[in-house]
């Protein structure tokens, strides 16, 4: 079974450009997960989707961030404009309801 | 807000010893979770645990859950160099609107020959 995927792996982007991170989940999972990881930190929650609902956004960043989820599979979290603060790896997690959340390769952005 | 401590943060040990690795919560969840992560790669699923007096073991590492104390631990035994990797314990919030997962921020365990 394919795990969750995520695209690209890494990014190298100037300061003010816009960016943006791809993922499909696993086959059947309907909550999808995107967090952030700064580095030598635990991951930090994002945005949850339910299907095609964004249920729980409530760490996004949204003056810069962005999500979707259109078709409640596949989802784009896009930033812009990107802050050199927002390097980090980011990671797409997907699970059934309440069950075990499984993680992505991340992308590893960096903002010069 | 939840917090979610571990300790050590960083942990030097060598082969053949033993050693436990603390994870500590503030607010009521029975569902806690360990990871790995090896350097460059993403989190691996290690052990899931869903009520109190949960202990589950795989190889050389053993977890358990005491949700009255609000702690996690993570036991290994007879550490081997494989096990090189920071440790992640994450507390799902026990709510109704779904799964929300805090993490801590990871214990660097290195185990030298």
């Known amino acids: 079974e394919a795990g969750v995927v995520q695209s690209p792996r890494y990014k190298i982007i100037e300061k003010k450009q816009p960016v943006a991170f791809w993922c499909n989940p696993i086959?059947?999972?309907?909550?999808l997960y995107w967090y952030r990881q700064n580095l030598g930190q635990g991951p930090e929650l994002l945005i949850r989707?339910?299907?095609?609902?964004?249920?729980?956004d409530s760490q996004l960043p949204k003056d810069r961030f962005s999500a979707e989820r259109l078709k409640g599979v596949d989802s784009t979290l896009k930033i812009q404009p990107a802050e050199l603060g927002d390097s980090a790896v980011y990671l797409c997690?997907?699970?059934?309801?309440?069950?075990?959340?499984?993680f992505g390769p991340g992308t590893r952005l960096t903002v010069l | 807000e939840l917090k979610v401590e571990q300790n050590p943060l960083f942990l030097s040990m060598q082969e053949g010893k033993n050693y436990t690795i603390y994870c500590n919560y503030s607010?009521?969840?029975?569902?806690l979770y360990w990871y790995r992560q090896d350097p460059g790669k993403s989190l691996e699923s290690l052990f899931v645990l869903l009520s109190n007096g949960a202990v589950k073991q795989e190889g050389r590492l053993m977890a358990s859950l005491d949700t009255k104390a609000r702690l996690s631990t993570l036991h290994i035994t007879a550490a081997v160099h494989d096990l090189s990797a920071t440790y992640f314990c994450a507390v799902d919030l026990d709510g109704t609107s779904g799964s929300r997962l805090t993490f801590g921020e990871g214990t660097q365990l290195t185990v030298n020959p």
């Open positions: 086959s059947g999972h309907n909550t």
């Open positions: 997690a997907s699970s059934l309801v309440w069950r075990e959340q499984f």
């Open positions: 989707y339910e299907n095609e609902e964004a249920v729980d």
């Open positions: 607010t009521t969840s029975d569902r």
